[in-house]
């Protein structure tokens, strides 16, 4: 059948994607720590029809050939991780990553995930745990039943007050890991990342030393999604989706009228 | 059997040909640093003995629009455009030089310096740029150098590590590859050239027009149903031809 039609349907599958990505973003519009996505096109192969080069008599050759590139796709999803805003919440258990960093979480399964959301709670047993899941933050930190108050330094340093106490008791140390390259961790959904081959090796540290960002307690890092550039990506791509499905329209046309002109 | 036909037919199948080319571009209208192939018909002749009648259509694809795509901004320090002119140096998958306008870049985990299509990045002496890593703020320079800050250093302590190979090629001496990058038609080497400017934080649109696509594919279609009316006309005549031909 007609090239066109198969070119057009991959520039509808890719705006289709596209779409998608977009949307995803939208509805990740108000998640705490979540990086905006955005979709990467590339032009798919070209199929030479005429060579250029090729001989048109004897002794002349052709200054061009013929080359149709077979459509567009999608190739990878970039993350963006630059920083969000951020949204003062005066909540002791609400920490954030003021720079780079992550916060490092253990699975249920043993392995180590990592997250920028740090709406942290506490479970029965006093561990600090993520939100939803309750998976406990690594280093593991035991918030003591009786403590009056709960304070996180800038570099990860957790002290508590306990009754009868005028000082401040150290409990633990928050730490942050980093990695070489952000952009490569995979997502896996309740805002946590995993460690790729294309990320690096992950690099622990304390905050706000060696680069690491800053631990901001009583903050929340909200998401980079900036809604109207999210709208915008939006009305282009139903429009090139449009376009592409008017090629589809054409070429049907083209070939109603061979049909039944002949 | 009558060569009208065989006319009509290859106008009709070039035509296809344009639209298929046409189509391509609608469909990159999203591509960073696309470049729209542009599409012309030529008059291939078939000169026999008897009258010289015999002139088909060939369908080429002569060269690109080298216009500049609009640029967006990104706000990403691995995202860079061309300001104007001029051509980024990448590896392709030979091993061999080959020019891009896709500024989208990306640092895989052993430091090299590549594009989203995971081809790496040329820098000076031809060779594929390694960011030692870790680094704490990569900043790549309007001329194309790369300065980073590796991790812990102080705020102030850039050091450049690379530039990236930028020249500035004649557009008429390129050809697009099957894979959709840039090479020399007379295979010679890129000089560098320092008065290429990049736009940091910013990625190159592709150039496609789509109302000019859509126009022209409206026209083809046109065309192509001539074709076909010509065809047509030739059964019809042939028609013709055989009842007066038919002994009544």
């Known amino acids: ?262 | 059997m009558d060569q009208l036909l065989y006319i009509s037919m290859t106008g009709a199948k070039q035509n296809m040909h344009s639209l298929a080319v046409r189509g391509n571009n609608l469909a990159n209208a999203n591509t960073t640093g696309f470049k729209a192939d542009l599409e012309n018909a030529r008059s291939m002749q078939a000169f026999g003995p008897g009258m010289p009648s015999r002139v088909f259509a060939m369908t080429e694809r002569p060269t690109q629009n080298f216009t500049d795509g609009l640029l967006k901004t990104t706000g990403r320090d691995l995202d860079v455009a061309i300001k104007g002119e001029g051509w980024i140096s990448v590896q392709d998958k030979d091993g061999n030089e080959a020019l891009s306008r896709n500024g989208n870049f990306t640092i895989s985990a052993a430091g090299v310096l590549q594009t989203m299509q995971g081809q790496a990045v040329l820098g000076n002496q031809d060779a594929p740029i390694i960011i030692p890593l870790p680094v704490e703020k990569l900043e790549i320079n309007e001329d194309g150098t790369i300065e980073i800050r590796p991790e812990g250093a102080p705020a102030d302590a850039l050091e450049e590590v690379n530039r990236i190979k930028l020249s500035k090629p004649f557009a008429g001496e390129l050809t697009k590859g099957d894979d959709g990058l840039f090479r020399a038609t007379n295979g010679q080497p890129f000089q560098p050239d320092a008065t290429v400017e990049l736009v940091k934080g910013a990625l190159e649109g592709s150039n496609v027009n789509p109302v000019q696509e859509m126009t022209h594919m409206i026209s083809m279609q046109r065309q192509f149903e001539m074709q076909i009316k010509m065809m047509k006309a030739a059964e019809e005549n042939e028609k013709a031809t055989n009842s007066l031909l038919r002994l009544s």
Do not use: C
């Not at chain 1, 406990?136 to 306990?162: K, N, Y």
């Open chain 1, 1 to 262: 059948m007609h090239p066109a039609l198969w070119i057009s349907k991959t520039g509808l599958d890719a705006q289709q994607t596209n779409v998608s990505v977009i949307s995803n973003n939208l509805a990740n519009a108000s998640t705490v720590g979540y990086k905006k996505s955005r979709a990467v096109f590339e032009d798919l192969l070209y199929q030479t029809i005429n060579q250029p080069g090729g001989r048109s008599s004897q002794n002349t050759k052709m200054p061009s050939g013929l080359m149709i590139g077979a459509g567009a796709k999608v190739i990878a999803t970039q993350k963006n991780h630059d920083q969000g805003n951020v949204q003062t919440t005066d909540n002791a258990f609400d920490l954030m990553v003021d720079g780079r960093g992550f916060f490092e979480i253990l699975m249920p399964d043993g392995t180590t995930a990592y997250t920028r959301n740090g709406q942290f709670g506490l479970n029965d047993e006093g561990t600090i745990v993520t939100p939803g899941a309750g998976y406990p933050l690594q280093p593991e930190i035991q918030v003591p039943e009786d403590a009056q108050s709960f304070t996180v330094g800038e570099d990860g340093e957790v002290s508590v007050r306990l009754p009868g106490q005028t000082d401040s008791q150290v409990i633990g140390q928050i730490t942050i890991t980093d990695f070489v390259n952000p952009s490569g961790l995979e997502p896996r959904g309740q805002n946590l990342y995993l460690e790729t081959g294309a990320s690096g090796a992950p690099q622990n540290g304390i905050a706000s030393e060696n680069g690491l960002g800053a631990i901001r307690q009583g903050s929340l890092e909200t998401s980079n999604v900036n809604v109207t550039e999210e709208l915008v990506n939006l009305i282009e791509a139903q429009r090139v989706y449009e376009m592409n499905s008017k090629v589809i329209s054409t070429v049907d046309q083209m070939l109603t009228f061979a049909t039944q002109q002949l």
